[in-house]
């Protein structure tokens, strides 16, 4: 059975292969990311589950996600379509993402699950739901959609 982390280094291969130098940096610095946070877990032997990566893949594209926004607003076109560029490249190693229409489902059951009425008692639907989730969707658009259902 295939790691995302493994799937990381074999795609890092192939880039040098084909001699693809944005892709290679891209994954190069996802690499990093991902061993820095297996030794804040577990030490410098510590590895990540699938979870665990798929939790830093989210992370670096909510990075380049702020810096497009950021860019865009100084009008650095360049700059915000090189960070489109690895966002697509991070894209590959999420999951497939749930529609507008699971999501709401998970958030209901989670809703039911804990008997929350109100927005107070959002913290707890979105733990419920973000394990239910299980790293399928970011969490800004879990808690739009939280936020909606409960009044």
Known sequence: MTTLA??????I?????KKEAEKLSVLRMLK???????????????????TAVIAVVRKEVKKRQDSVESYEKAQR???ADKE????????????????????????????????????AQMGAVMKIAQTKAAG????????????????
């Open 84 to 119: 489109k560029k690895e966002i697509v490249i991070l894209n590959a190693f999420l999951p497939q993402a749930m529609s507008e229409a699971e999501v709401e489902k998970i958030v209901k059951d989670a809703i039911a699950e804990t008997g929350a009425t109100t927005k």
């Open 13 to 17: 291969k192939q880039a040098m292969l």
């Open 32 to 50: 990093s990311a991902v061993k820095y946070a297996a030794i804040e877990k577990g030490g410098a032997d510590a590895e990540l589950d699938d």
């Open 136 to 151: 399928r969707v970011d969490g800004k658009t879990l808690s739009t959609i939280v936020g909606k259902l409960l009044k």
């Open 77 to 79: 076109a360049d700059l």
């Open 6 to 11: 493994n799937q990381i280094d074999a795609d």
